[in-house]
């Protein structure tokens, strides 16, 4: 077997625009790993989003989260994580005050906001989405939503000083999309990694040294699998790394062509069960 790993990205790749997954795509995920191929999800959603999925489609490989600040085992187990300096979030928390923009921050698997928008309403839903609509998928789906909350946090400063959370992800957004974001953010002096996977007005924000990249480097070492033997798909800015990081990268037709052009080869789109796709013609084959 050439490729022994595939790591998959999720939204925009293995989900479709309706957070679905295609009974092509998850039977081609289950013929590979019958042949003893194992599969992992990288993604920048929550560790329970994650957990949840991966359970959906009946996988039982570690699991990175967060972008890779979040490396966890099947059943949730966390086997590493990595949080913010305190430095950087108020470094982050002051830019996004004097640019007027907003900030939300993620711990665990709890969003925290300082105010109720369009951005943040629907989160818990989006957050662990349906995938389908039976009535076991209804059930086990809102036993997973259970699990999951938005905290209104008031004032950041004050709510660091009670609190002192383990902040794992921040995300900025632009609302008025007036400025480039990223120009300015990347001329800020901090401990943070930036990466989106939208587009470079809504940012995505890790800890200094956070990767997608880095942590499939990690995870192939202790599964003992060397990184020319592992492929991987992803679809957005926050998945180039990985994509030049893995021995084959390939982006989803749905990618932007930045990300295309950065990739070894390019399946077919997410509304087309491009990651099935991609599983037949590279691994299976």
Not at 1 to 7: E, S
Not at 43 to 57: A, V
Not at 60 to 74: D, L
Not at 204 to 209: A, Q, V
Request: contains cysteine.
């Amino acid at each position: 077997m050439k490729f022994k790993m595939l790591a998959v990205d999720l939204d925009g790749t293995l989900l479709n625009r309706k957070k679905e997954i295609s009974i092509e795509t998850i039977n081609a995920i289950q013929s590979y790993r019958n042949i003893g191929g194992r599969v992992v999800i990288c993604s920048g959603r929550t560790p329970l989003s994650t957990k949840w999925i991966s359970e959906y489609i009946g996988l039982n490989e570690p699991i990175i989260a967060y972008n890779g600040a979040i490396i966890q085992t099947a059943n949730g187990e966390i086997i590493e994580q990595s949080i913010f300096q305190e430095t950087a979030i108020f470094t982050l928390l002051d830019f996004a005050h004097s640019e007027g923009m907003y900030i939300q921050m993620y711990e665990g698997d709890r969003l925290l906001i300082s105010e109720e928008n369009e951005i943040n309403l629907q989160w818990i839903q989006n957050n662990i989405p349906l995938l389908d609509s039976s009535s076991e998928s209804a059930t086990q789906c809102e036993n997973y939503r259970r699990k999951c909350d938005v905290m209104h946090v008031g004032n950041w400063l004050d709510y660091f000083k009670e609190s002192n959370p383990s902040i794992m992800k921040i995300a900025v957004f632009n609302k008025k999309k007036t400025t480039n974001l990223l120009t300015k953010m990347t001329q800020l002096a901090g401990d943070f990694e930036i990466s989106s996977s939208f587009n470079f007005e809504n940012l995505e924000i890790s800890p200094g040294g956070v990767t997608k990249a880095a942590a499939l480097l990690k995870l192939s070492e202790q599964l003992q699998i060397p990184i020319s033997q592992v492929a991987a798909i992803g679809d957005n800015f926050n998945d180039i790394q990985m994509l030049k990081t893995a021995g084959l990268g390939i982006a989803m037709g749905n990618a932007p062509e930045e990300v295309k052009n950065k990739a070894d080869a390019i399946t077919s789109t997410n509304e087309e069960s491009g990651v099935a796709k991609a599983i037949q013609k590279y691994l299976l084959s």
